[in-house]
């Protein structure tokens, strides 16, 4: 199937997709279309780099466009400062073929740019919901005639803490209105929160839900706590990797391990919640231009980064949930490339790989080199016995990788 054959999409949209060579809608987009176009609510489940973005865009500019123009008419909230940079660059190239304007909301910078852009009037608002909610707070921006409000990475705001900012969101937007809400995963507490905010929903779910892609070969790597900045290094070393995004758990180690592997005369750059949103997009253009061969981040960077080339997801630290794993794994093998995940765990980290590996359904090969500890998993699948996983010793890191 290809763009053309949506019947109701805007001609001028797909010239835009023409100019950007995309002929063939992904699944999310194939499905999403003919349902969102109508006006209808959506649920739409889908992995991290299925097209999402396009997935709503496509179909509810498309109805807008043949409307009466009037402000705020859509609005898109995103978990992040990154994807909400993302998602607008996309939205914004629709828009000018459709005569419309974007206005861009996120925290980190000043109010000056974004009030300006707000009284020049604008159709669709992508928004960060903290700093929407200090616009609204302020009396620049209202939703009087909101006709869209879409939720991308929905799951990602509830596991940020945005469910109070989304139901004060809620609680000033019309009722009468199309809500769309697009998501990786789709828990307990996103079906609670669609039940009071969404009419007769129609959902949709594309691949594997909370399964990283069979192009991204896992490996976990035992080692003791006091040992990971060692054994990152010699990894980096050994196996000449040419991208990499390398995960902790918090900035202040971020911040720690960067230094650590500048001082080693490697090219990285830290990204995590503390840095300015100048700082932040400095690191994100160096690692695509370059600059930066490893990109040394906190979750913040798990999602929504529009990075296709990166050879290697390092999990310096086990995440906290299975779904975080699945999404921090999922910036490798990107655009139909293959990639590597590699993950340390500690002894201490048994009980989150049994989640991680009962989340994805297999045990996750294990590589040790000399004098690591063994570390057992709590989960095993159905009739067999207990195990550290396949392959033995190995005595050099660079080993613990297949040859590209």
Same mark, same amino acid.
């Given at each position: 199937?290809?763009?053309?054959?949506?019947?109701?999409?805007?001609?001028?949209?797909?010239?835009?997709?023409?100019?950007?060579? /995309?002929?063939?809608?992904?699944?999310?987009?194939?499905?999403?279309?003919? /349902?969102?176009?109508?006006? +209808?609510?959506?649920?739409?489940?889908?992995?991290?780099?299925?097209?999402?973005?396009?997935?709503?865009?496509?179909?509810?500019?498309?109805?807008?466009?043949?409307? +009466?123009?009037?402000?705020?008419?859509?609005?898109?909230?995103?978990?992040? $400062?990154? @994807?909400?940079?993302?998602?607008?660059?996309?939205?914004?190239?629709?828009?000018?073929?459709? #005569?419309?304007?974007?206005?861009?909301?996120?925290g980190g910078v000043g109010f000056g740019s974004q009030i300006s852009s707000l009284k020049k009037g604008s159709d669709v608002i992508v928004a960060t919901p903290g700093r929407l909610l200090d616009h609204?707070?302020?009396?620049?921006?209202?939703?009087?005639?909101?006709?869209?409000?879409?939720?991308?990475?929905?799951?990602?705001?509830?596991?940020?803490?945005? @469910?109070?900012?989304?139901?004060?969101?809620?609680?000033?937007? %019309?009722?009468?209105?199309?809500?769309?809400?697009?998501?990786?995963?789709?828990?307990?507490?996103?079906? *609670?929160?669609? =039940?009071?905010?969404? =009419?007769?929903?129609? !959902? /949709?779910?594309?691949?594997?839900?909370?399964?990283?892609?069979?192009?991204?070969?896992?490996?976990?790597? %035992?080692?003791?706590?006091?040992?990971?900045?060692?054994?990152?290094?010699?990894?980096?070393?050994?196996?000449?990797?040419?991208?990499?995004?390398?995960?902790?758990?918090?900035?202040? *180690?971020?911040?720690?391990?960067?230094?650590?592997? +500048?001082?080693?005369?490697?090219?990285?750059?830290?990204? #995590?919640?503390?840095?300015?949103? +100048?700082?932040?997009?400095?690191?994100?253009?160096?690692?695509?231009?370059?600059?930066?061969?490893?990109?040394?981040?906190?979750?913040?960077?798990?999602?929504?980064?529009?990075?296709?080339?990166?050879? #290697?997801?390092?999990?310096?630290?086990?995440?906290?949930?299975?779904?975080?794993?699945? #999404? !921090?794994?999922?910036?490798?093998?990107?655009?139909?490339?293959?990639?590597?995940?590699?993950?340390?765990?500690?002894?201490?980290?048994?009980?989150?790989?049994?989640?991680?590996?009962?989340?994805?359904? !297999?045990?996750?090969? $294990?590589?040790?080199?000399?004098?690591?500890?063994?570390?057992?998993?709590?989960?095993?699948?159905?009739?067999?016995?207990?195990?550290?996983?396949?392959?033995?010793?190995?005595? !050099?890191?660079?080993?613990?990788?297949? $040859? $590209?």
């Open positions: 199937m290809t763009f053309e054959e949506f019947e109701e999409l805007d001609p001028r949209c797909l010239r835009v997709l023409q100019q950007m060579g /995309i002929e063939n809608p992904t699944p999310v987009q194939e499905q999403a279309f003919p /349902i969102a176009v109508k006006g +209808k609510d959506l649920i739409a489940t889908a992995q991290t780099g299925t097209g999402k973005t396009l997935g709503f865009a496509l179909p509810t500019l498309s109805r807008l466009a043949k409307e +009466k123009e009037s402000r705020n008419r859509m609005l898109i909230l995103v978990p992040t $400062r990154e @994807l909400a940079v993302q998602v607008a660059s996309v939205v914004s190239e629709l828009c000018k073929a459709l #005569h419309m304007r974007t206005a861009l909301i996120y609204m707070s302020r009396g620049t921006v209202q939703f009087n005639q909101l006709e869209v409000l879409i939720f991308d990475e929905a799951d990602r705001m509830l596991d940020m803490g945005f @469910l109070p900012d989304i139901n004060r969101i809620l609680a000033r937007v %019309p009722q009468d209105r199309q809500t769309l809400m697009f998501s990786a995963t789709f828990a307990p507490e996103l079906q *609670r929160l669609t =039940r009071s905010m969404m =009419r007769d929903p129609e !959902r /949709i779910e594309v691949g594997a839900i909370s399964m990283p892609v069979d192009a991204v070969r896992q490996l976990v790597v %035992p080692v003791r706590q006091e040992e990971k900045s060692r054994m990152l290094v010699e990894i980096l070393r050994e196996e000449k990797i040419d991208t990499a995004i390398v995960f902790l758990r918090t900035k202040i *180690r971020t911040e720690r391990v960067t230094k650590l592997l +500048k001082k080693e005369g490697f090219k990285a750059a830290a990204i #995590h919640g503390d840095l300015s949103q +100048k700082l932040r997009q400095r690191s994100l253009d160096g690692f695509r231009d370059g600059r930066y061969d490893i990109l040394v981040a906190t979750d913040v960077a798990a999602r929504g980064l529009d990075i296709d080339d990166i050879s #290697h997801v390092i999990n310096y630290d086990v995440p906290e949930n299975p779904d975080d794993y699945v #999404h !921090r794994i999922g910036r490798t093998a990107r655009a139909e490339r293959e990639g590597d995940a590699i993950t340390f765990v500690t002894p201490t980290d048994h009980t989150a790989l049994g989640s991680i590996e009962q989340t994805i359904g !297999r045990n996750i090969e $294990r590589k040790q080199y000399e004098g690591a500890p063994n570390v057992l998993t709590l989960w095993r699948p159905a009739g067999e016995k207990r195990k550290v996983g396949p392959g033995g010793r190995v005595r !050099r890191a660079r080993s613990l990788m297949r $040859r $590209r």
